[in-house]
């Protein structure tokens, strides 16, 4: 027999497949992939689609701005409580974070496929007219996808853990919160804070900014795997200094993002096993 995440979970794949939200999103980015892909050459007065390399880089920032957004919102609309829904759920013989789990994972299934559709799109069009030169980039930006993913599918569960119907436009707005200080906010913070420092203090702060904040995390391992340190600013100037090379970072940054993932979710368990619902 199957074990109950993985039954949930199928559930919950099934109904984020059917979603109009996941569609829409599978097709948007798809456009969006490939408009990337032609984007380089049209702006530099050529013609016909960037190889893997450029369009790689070109995504990352794409991935970045769109992955997190989604996942929240569909993240959030997914899994703040319906009352009769919850109600006759959370009456079966399974722990409340056994049901949460398991449409987190069905929800992230749904969302990496979606995803997938893009990527794939993208790749096979690139691969026919350019060639595969480049490819392992553009594989490196699709797992970085993946991660964020992973990160703010966590960060909605535990936003919308022990949330019921009446409260889905306040969570909502509480995520757009969330990915607008994530995105935006919090590197202008940093940089201003560390402007205003001496330069040894500075450097403290611009790599404790990259290891906290998961967009800046995965950002720099992913141009770190792309383009060494040559795409870097002086946030992830800093951060390699301090760890020493690109090992150290890799590994100080694939631990911030795997506790980006873990912690949320362990304390989103907590919260509805807490909750009134």
């Excluded at 006759?88 to 949460?100: A, D, E, K």
């Amino acid at each position: 027999m199957s074990s109950p995440i993985l039954l949930f979970a199928r559930q919950e794949r099934v109904l984020a497949v059917r979603s109009r939200w996941t569609q829409i999103f599978a097709a948007v980015f798809a456009v969006l992939a490939l408009a990337v892909a032609g984007s380089g050459y049209i702006l530099t007065g050529g013609s016909g689609l960037q190889d893997f390399s450029r369009t790689a880089v070109s995504l990352v920032q794409l991935v970045l701005y769109v992955v997190p957004l989604t996942s929240l919102l569909i993240g959030v609309m997914a899994l703040v409580a319906d009352r009769g829904a919850t109600e006759l759920l959370f009456s079966q013989p399974v722990g409340r974070g056994t049901i949460l789990l398991g449409k987190v994972l069905g929800l992230f299934e749904a969302l990496v496929a979606a995803q997938g559709i893009g990527f794939g799109a993208a790749g096979l069009v690139i691969f026919a007219r350019a060639g595969e030169d480049g490819v392992g980039g553009f594989l490196l930006v699709v797992l970085g996808s993946v991660a964020a993913t992973a990160v703010f599918l966590a960060i909605a569960a535990l936003l919308s853990a022990g949330a019921s119907g009446r409260r889905r436009a306040r969570t909502l707005a509480l995520a757009l919160v969330v990915w607008f200080a994530a995105v935006a906010i919090f590197d202008v913070a940093a940089l201003g804070v560390a402007s205003l420092l001496p330069s040894g203090a500075a450097s403290r702060v611009l790599i404790v900014g990259v290891i906290v904040n998961p967009v800046d995390a995965l950002r720099t391992g992913v141009l770190l795997g792309i383009q060494g340190t040559a795409a870097f600013g002086a946030a992830s100037l800093a951060f390699l200094r301090f760890t020493k090379g690109s090992l150290g970072a890799g590994l100080a940054l694939g631990a911030s993002v795997l506790a980006w993932v873990a912690v949320p979710l362990i304390l989103a368990v907590v919260r509805i096993r807490r909750a009134d619902v």
